[in-house]
Nanobody, 124 residues
């Protein structure tokens, strides 16, 4: 099991930027996938972005493609989400998660470990 702790959330105006970080404690396999999910008020949890831990392969939800960038630093066991051109509809609690596989990284059911989340609020 890997412990995940998110940071970097906050309040930002529409059009602004935030950079989320996820600190992982424990060994992450080279075959693992790491993802960001979010849950807005009154909404179900949804996929945002994911990246393969070893090879840098990444995928994005259509709603954030071109605005968000996922990255990882394997030496530091860190996962990041750079969020630019933020919109009010990006308001949500953002979670990082770890999957044992890069298969189906858009599917939350494949993820084994989850952080507690960090709140992102975008004002209009």
């Amino acid at each position: 099991q890997v412990r995940l702790v998110e940071s970097g959330g906050g309040l930002v105006q529409a059009g602004g930027s935030l950079r989320l970080a996820c600190t992982a404690s424990g060994r992450i396999s080279g075959s693992a996938g790491m993802g960001w999910f979010r849950q807005g008020p009154g909404k179900e949890r949804e996929f945002v972005a994911a990246i393969s831990w070893s090879g840098g392969y990444s995928v994005y939800a259509d709603s954030v493609e071109g605005r968000f960038t996922i990255d990882r630093d394997t030496a530091k066991n860190m996962l990041y989400l750079q969020m630019n051109s933020l919109l009010p509809e990006d308001t949500a609690v953002y979670y990082c998660a770890r999957s044992d596989t890069i298969a189906a990284m858009r599917n939350s059911g494949w993820y084994r470990d989850w952080g507690q989340g960090t709140q992102v609020t975008v004002s209009s």
